[in-house]
């Protein structure tokens, strides 16, 4: 069964990676007791909580003021909001640094995550509120509270849920980022796990650090779960949007212009700048090469993804098993595991058990699948679980078999759905970089590995044709159809 | 039906895995490169022109491409391994993993540039330098040890990923011992700031975003005859005499599996057109007799550089131990 095998792959990064540190524990707690240890721990956990709460700030003061009040162009606004969404944070870490070059360390990483990160609150947030219950705020004005208790007492509350959960997003988020972190010259786990990688004889060492940031993954998880809430906002009527005008509209609209010119316009600014002026002494037939690389591989793993993300979604839905629940459950064990230490594992795997597998593309491919597959499996689950029971008892009772049901009847009613969910994970795969850099056949270059290397010798301008490359062909149409897949799950939840 | 689709699909995932990225090839000469891709692969390019044979290069760091040599062991795919010095060389050469070369080819290098028991061969020289802007830098330090005093608090730009920067550690525990070589990393850890590569070190310098820097040579001029000498913001300097900082060092090659092909890429290294490709184009010192360097280099004789034997570079795994132990990496 397919699903089995999935679940199986899914619980081999940690397995192999503890069974590594276990085979070299005096060279694993050597490390772990170094100084050097505690200095990633901080550093990490001040980025991850400064980035969770800058972002948590932009994305509510942008989804309060396009949702809630009158505020001019409400549109471009939102869309300014959510295009960071469509920019790798590495591309993001690049447009800076090529426009200021001395642009590094913490206040840099913390500045270009909470741009990157940010939108994942503005979407959940803005949500949110034009789901609450406008009209108890009504009421609270009506007993005489100011503004700000308004917000605090009756508003706040029913965001509490969604910011939480974005808030957990952007943490998980800034713990596996790598790429924008090298970039900009920060050291976190991340960094030094790839740093150790490189430059190490004994790899345990790599490990031992990628066994640390599985906890720290965990514990946030655990953390999140303890405060989670479960507010169910009371919908009393379809009341009519509320929208404010306030005083000091120029003031929001210079910020948020303000946030858009940094999030967007300046890096893509930037990028297009030294597409344009470096154009003459650029290799356009690598890029062409990287660019059919990367569609080849993110081809192939989406059509690998779909078959697994498809038997998991049918067994789940159409079959109900308790095995099929359990198998679910693993395969989203990984789902916030960072990429880095997927490839790590796996390279240790291939290196050392499956010598045919190694180096070759089925590890990376296997790798893709790990990573990819929970959100593919939600995101068909969705239209799957569209279809009318009735339908498919119908076609039975019609003397239909199973396999002719499914494929006559079930399959094409999800269709729009699942097509969407295999898009959206191969678009996902081509900006896929850490577990790319690791686990590529020998002289097979992608977008995002070309990018990176020439973001290592500091040649911008060989480095922003491809970075505006990923946007345009992966960042822009992942973001349209997020929206679209969105969109179904809306309608799902409000059925 | 799962089954039914998984049939259908898994052809097409087969084709595209097979035909995308074809892994690698049973007759492709299969090189690691250590060296920097725009440097080396435009010679890889005329060899695979001149002579039909298909190569596959995987380019990492040199140090990361030996310790996957030693991970892999004899199941490693590689058949040559071309590193940017020769202390990743000593340490893949130590574990017992490269071929003997040829006695004629060796012939053809000074006994200094390649190894003692005739494992690996430099195929071009460089020199350590201090790339510094003249108008932040008026005081040169003396030697390389200066750079560890506080008035160079956040001016160096290092490469410690970078194996050039992690012969020079090696060569200065050797010279200086341990205790020395971690005073100075701890140092560096403040007064240094962190990059890639050396090409980047020289674009910080450049553009004022550090004072100075630690690279080999050729970088420099590279840049210079791109814009032009007059153009440059940087200069070079060596340390005093004999000086660790001034280490001559060599990027060289070793032979990992039996395939003749890997000699035969061995011997094309040495062969007076790619000698002359590293004199034109990479501005290295050339290694073979009767190729003259690049004009205006300091002959490689004359380099203030320390009396020291490049075969002592293999002690690597212990550098990298300590890099990391200062936090470098």
């Known amino acids: 069964m397919l699903g089995v095998f999935a679940a199986f792959l899914a619980i081999l ?9 276990a085979q070299g524990l005096d060279a694993a707690l050597l490390e772990l007791l170094r100084p050097r240890t505690l200095e990633l721990l901080i550093n990490t956990v001040l980025l991850v909580m400064s980035v969770s709460v800058t972002a948590l700030a932009i994305g509510l003061f942008q989804a309060w003021f396009i949702v809630r009040t009158q505020l001019p162009w409400p549109g471009l606004f939102a869309l300014l909001a959510t295009v960071p969404l469509a920019i790798p944070s590495y591309v993001l870490a690049l447009g800076y640094v090529s426009v200021f070059p001395w642009f590094s360390g913490f206040w840099a990483s913390w500045l270009v995550l909470s741009l990157a990160t ?8 803005a949500a949110a509120l034009m789901r609450s219950d406008v009209a108890s705020e009504e009421v609270a004005r009506s007993l005489g509270l100011n503004s700000w208790s308004i917000f605090w007492k009756v508003t706040w509350p029913q965001l509490r849920t969604s910011t939480t959960a974005s808030s957990l997003l952007v943490s998980l988020y800034v713990l596996a980022e790598f790429g924008g972190i090298a970039i900009l010259r920060y050291d976190t786990f991340t960094r030094a796990i790839y740093n150790a990688y490189r430059s190490s004889f004994d790899r345990t ?4 650090l990628a066994v640390v940031l599985v906890l720290i993954t965990v514990l946030i998880l655990l953390i999140e ?13 379809n009341a009519k949007r509320l929208r404010k005008t306030i005083k000091v509209m120029p003031l929001v609209v210079a910020s948020l212009s303000i946030i858009g010119l940094l999030a967007v316009i300046l890096p893509l600014g930037s990028l297009i700048n030294w597409t344009v002026v470096g154009g003459r002494i650029f290799d356009f037939s690598l890029l062409v090469e990287a660019l059919a690389n990367s569609v080849l591989v993110s081809l192939a793993a989406s059509v690998m993804i779909a078959m697994f993300g498809m038997a998991m979604a049918i067994w789940l839905v159409l079959h109900r098993q308790r095995l099929a629940t359990l198998c679910e459950g693993i395969i989203w064990s990984n789902h916030a595991l960072p990429a880095l230490v997927i490839g790590l594992s796996l390279v240790f795997f291939g290196a050392n058990s499956v010598g045919a597998l190694y180096q070759s593309i089925w590890l990376l491919l296997i790798a893709y699948l790990i990573l990819f597959l929970p959100n593919a499996m939600a995101a068909m689950v969705t239209p799957l679980s569209q279809v009318p029971m009735a339908m498919t008892e119908v076609s039975r009772s019609l003397g239909k078999n199973y396999g002719k049901t499914l494929r006559k009847v079930v399959l094409p009613i999800a269709q729009p759905g699942l097509v969407a969910a295999i898009a959206l994970a191969m678009l996902t795969v081509v900006k896929e970089l850490p577990a790319t850099l690791l686990l590529r ?10 990018l990176w290397q020439a973001t290592e010798e500091l040649a911008y301008s060989q480095a922003a044709p491809y970075a505006l490359t990923l946007v345009i062909i992966a960042g822009l149409p992942a973001l349209a159809l997020n929206a679209s897949v969105r969109a179904t799950y809306r309608g799902v939840s409000s059925q | 039906m799962k089954r039914r689709l998984f049939a259908a699909l898994l052809p097409v995932v087969l084709a595209l895995g097979l035909a995308g990225c074809s892994p690698a090839d049973e007759s492709a000469l299969v090189i690691y490169a250590g060296r920097s891709e725009s440097l080396i692969q435009p010679l890889i390019d005329r060899y695979i022109e001149e002579t039909g044979v298909e190569v596959e290069v995987r ?6 491409l030996a310790a996957q040599l030693l991970e892999e062991g004899v199941n490693s795919p590689a058949d040559v391994f071309l590193a940017q010095d020769a202390g990743a060389l000593g340490a893949v050469s130590k574990a017992g993993m490269l071929q003997l070369i040829s006695d004629d080819l060796l012939a053809l290098v000074e006994p200094q540039y390649r190894a003692a028991d005739g494992s690996w061969l430099g195929v071009s020289a460089r020199v350590r330098v201090l790339n510094y802007n003249p108008e932040r830098v008026t005081d040169l330090p003396e030697s390389v040890l200066d750079l560890a005093k506080p008035q160079y608090k956040g001016r160096v730009g290092i490469a410690p990923s970078n194996a050039s920067f992690q012969a020079f550690v090696t060569a200065l525990r050797l010279i200086e011992g341990d205790v020395v070589a971690l005073q100075w990393l701890k140092a560096m850890k403040n007064n240094g700031v962190i990059f890639e590569k050396n090409s980047a070190i020289l674009e910080a310098v450049e553009a004022g975003q550090v004072d100075m820097g630690l690279i080999n040579h050729y970088y420099w001029y590279a840049r210079a005859k791109e814009i032009g000498k007059e153009n440059m913001t940087s200069k070079l300097a060596q340390f005093v005499t004999s000086d660790v900082g001034n280490l001559r060092n060599v990027a060289g090659v070793g032979v990992v599996s039996s395939d003749p092909k890997a000699k035969e890429f061995v011997k094309y290294l040495l062969s007076a057109q790619a000698q002359q490709y590293f004199v034109d184009e990479t501005f290295e010192y050339p290694l073979i007799k009767n190729i003259a360097p690049y004009e205006g280099l300091t002959p490689l004789s004359d380099i203030p550089a320390p009396d020291f034997d490049l075969n002592d570079l293999d002690a690597l795994e212990e550098t990298l131990e300590l890099i990391r132990e200062a936090g470098l990496l």
């Open chain 1, 441 to 450: 056949p020998t002289g097979t270059e992608t977008l995002a590995t070309r």
């Open chain 1, 205 to 208: 060492a790599a490990a031992a």
């Open chain 1, 225 to 237: 779960r303890r405060f989670r809430t479960d507010y169910l906002s009371l919908r009393t009527s």
């Open chain 1, 118 to 125: 940010s939108p994942y609150v503005f979407l959940s947030v």
């Open chain 2, 59 to 64: 380019y990492a760091g040199s140090a990361e």
């Open chain 1, 13 to 21: 990064p940690v397995t192999y990676l503890v069974l590594r540190l």
